[in-house]
């Protein structure tokens, strides 16, 4: 069973760079076919996607937030890590890592417990 840990900080300024790190058990960020993203959800609002990058360590990113987005990994601890440049207020939210995968031929998906994020001075 793969399992997914959100850590970083819960309060960030307004302009700086809000880093999260998404710890992985359970299974490698290598393994075939595996996705690995974040996903956040503001207060009020929907699930939003961010980005993700793949177990060959290509990276996809949201449109809208492709400019100041920026997701890597790190193969040797087994996590992956979500960047957000200047950020505003409009970026507090929950922000949760989650991986979509096949068991066989059977799509999975995993999701960490999530994190709240608030941006303010």
């Known amino acids: 069973q793969v399992q997914l840990q959100e850590s970083g900080p819960g309060l960030v300024k307004p302009s700086q760079t809000l880093s999260l790190t998404c710890t992985v058990s359970?299974?490698?960020?290598?393994?075939?076919?595996?996705?690995w993203g974040w996903v956040r959800q503001p207060p009020g609002k929907g699930l939003e996607w961010m980005g993700a990058?793949?177990?060959?360590?290509?990276?996809y990113y949201s449109p809208s937030l492709k400019s100041h987005t920026s997701i890597s990994r790190d193969t040797s601890k087994n996590q992956f890590t979500l960047q957000l440049s200047s950020v505003t207020p409009e970026d507090t939210a929950v922000y949760y890592c989650?991986?979509?995968?096949?068991?066989?031929?059977?799509?999975?998906?995993?999701w960490g417990q999530g994190t709240q994020v608030t941006v303010s001075s």
């Open positions: 359970g299974g490698s960020i290598t393994t075939n076919y595996y996705y």
């Open positions: 989650a991986a979509r995968g096949y068991i066989a031929t059977t799509p999975v998906t995993y």
């Open positions: 990058i793949a177990y060959s360590g290509s990276t």
